[in-house]
């Protein structure tokens, strides 16, 4: 296993008068994938914008499987897996999303140049400094994006948190999604990442206690805004005050759960 350097330096964020990072919370109640990714599309429009500040959606979502460009027919479930499988515009292959996991959308926008590679690393930073908080030692794999626990003799390496990202007009969207407390037969329907000589795990399964998104959350959170370098950040509780109201129903803000 070939783990990175320890830490990743915060990354420079002066970007005009952007210096906090807003962290949109939609609590216990699961979103369906469908409606999380429309809205990650209206933040990002407001973000090219200029409208809206850098944001981060945090939230779980109602079991589903999402295909990445990459994602080979051999890869996906043969059979009905028990949720709905969607293609998406993200890089990388087929994952699971579902509830015990805490999913993270950063809609931010990148410094010119581009560094895509460094945007990732800060992802994978964020999460390998959560983990470590409770107990549980992770590091990089060579090749593979993600937090991974490393594997020993009788098992292989398992990957604990996943990263699917897209840049579109500099601007983010899709994320991370880190293992809590999530039910891992979800992954027996796939081949996970495209990655079959490698496990999947969650913190719960690494430590032999219930780690719940609730405990979590609010640790990747101080994590996440670290590593990416803002001085300050922030909570919304109203999805409109990032994403405005739905065209379809205007003057009717979608409120977070």
Request: aromatic share 6%; hydrophobic share 40%; proline share 7%.
């Amino acid at each position: 296993m070939a783990r990175g350097p320890a830490r990743v330096p915060p990354a420079e964020r002066k970007l005009g008068k952007v210096s906090e990072l807003v962290y949109l919370e939609f609590g216990a109640a699961p979103v369906e994938y469908r409606e999380g990714w429309d809205l990650q599309r209206r933040v990002h429009a407001r973000r090219v914008a200029d409208e809206v500040p850098d944001s981060c959606l945090l939230l779980e979502h109602e079991p589903v499987y999402t295909a990445g460009k990459r994602t080979a027919v051999s890869d996906r479930p043969f059979a009905d897996p028990g949720a709905p499988v969607v293609d998406v515009d993200r890089g990388g292959k087929i994952t699971w999303h579902g509830p015990g996991q805490l999913t993270g959308y950063p809609v931010i926008k990148l410094r010119e140049p581009l560094d895509v590679v460094a945007y990732v690393r800060a992802l994978e930073e964020a999460m390998i400094r959560t983990c470590a908080e409770f107990g549980v030692s992770t590091g990089r794999v060579a090749g593979r994006s993600g937090a991974w626990v490393p594997g020993d003799g009788n098992r292989p390496d398992r990957k604990v948190g996943a990263i699917g990202a897209r840049v579109a007009r500099g601007v983010t969207m899709h994320g991370f999604a880190l293992n809590a407390n999530c039910d891992l037969s979800w992954y027996d329907r796939i081949v996970p990442c495209g990655i079959r000589d490698a496990g999947t795990t969650t913190l719960s399964a690494e430590t032999g206690r219930d780690i719940t998104v609730a405990e979590v959350t609010p640790v990747i959170k101080r994590h996440l805004a670290d590593v990416l370098g803002y001085r300050t950040w922030r909570h919304v509780y109203d999805a409109a005050v990032l994403a405005g109201p739905r065209l379809e129903a205007a003057g009717a803000p979608l409120a977070a759960r």
